[in-house]
């Protein structure tokens, strides 16, 4: 990895460390997080440099703070009316956005793309997600064995998680956020009609004929949640070949055990 990332990972101020702010700020605002145009490093850098935008909000109030204490933007070089209009519209327009690019806008370590969409479908809302991060704290309780129990989400991850949210100035400034955006978006809705529809599934053993991560994908685009372990809240084992103890606490919790054959056929695949 490179030493840049490395600094951001080092720096454990999260969101406001001053020492990498813009950083962050630069991620906030990357394509695949909230992809606001017009507003790229250069932008970000002065901004930060003039006091304009300290954390990821005040992006969002850059028109309501315009001409206020640092002066109208128009009047700085290299800008003007019409360029400033449609700055401040296209962050309007990110004002509207997925839970999942919300996530992982906040650059918490270990949390790409792929773990943001992970979290947001398992928690389907912003608030649920924050609260659960934050009683996870506790080692001991249940929100912190529910993360480690989706499926992808180990130990390292939960903890960088429960890291970032227990830093109050990284929670304050989520909060901060929250308040100048009008819509964050759930996950979008998966297959209701399904016969796994809501149904928590655990994959083990060897599957065959698809592998673990198309599996996975599959039972989620049809509504189910997919799970690590065996609990009393699993609905469905999936066991091929190799499957050991997973296998055995759910024939002793008496869930449903399915081979992949009949798996396939169980969701018409």
């Known amino acids: 990895e490179s030493g840049e990332i490395e600094k951001v990972k080092r720096c454990t101020g999260g969101l406001v460390c001053p020492a990498q702010a813009v950083e962050r700020l630069k991620h ?13 490093e250069k932008q970000i850098t002065a901004f930060w440099e003039d006091g304009r935008i300290k954390q990821p909000g005040d992006i969002f109030r850059l028109a309501a703070e315009d001409g206020k204490a640092h002066g109208a933007l128009a009047e700085n070089e290299g800008w003007g009316a019409q360029s400033v209009a449609k700055l401040f519209a ?4 990110r004002r509207d956005i997925g839970l999942d690019r919300f996530v992982f806008a906040l650059g918490i370590r270990h949390i790409g793309q792929a773990n943001a969409k992970l979290l947001a479908r398992s928690y389907g809302g912003l608030d649920a997600f924050i609260d659960a991060i934050v009683a996870a704290q506790d080692r001991d309780g249940a929100a912190w064995a529910e993360l480690l129990n989706i499926d992808g989400i180990g130990t390292k991850v939960a903890a960088a998680l ?4 227990a830093e109050a100035h990284n929670l304050d400034a989520v909060r901060d956020l929250q308040t100048q955006l009008s819509r964050i978006e759930p ?7 399904s016969p796994i529809a809501g149904k928590t599934v ?22 189910a949640k997919v799970a690590g372990s065996v609990s009393a809240k699993t609905d469905i084992v999936v066991a091929g070949p190799g499957a050991g103890s997973k296998r055995k606490k759910a024939e002793e919790l008496g869930l449903d055990v399915y081979d992949e054959a009949a798996w396939r056929t169980l969701i018409g695949a």
Do not use: N
């Open 202 to 223: 655990v994959f083990t053993g060897t599957l065959e004929t698809m592998s673990r991560g198309a599996a996975k994908a599959q039972a989620e685009t049809l509504g």
């Open 90 to 93: 296209a962050i309007d327009l």
């Open 28 to 40: 906030f605002v990357s394509r695949d997080a909230f992809d606001i145009e017009g507003l790229g």
């Open 187 to 193: 996950p979008a809705q998966a297959q209701s009609d």
């Open 162 to 165: 429960v890291d970032f949210f």
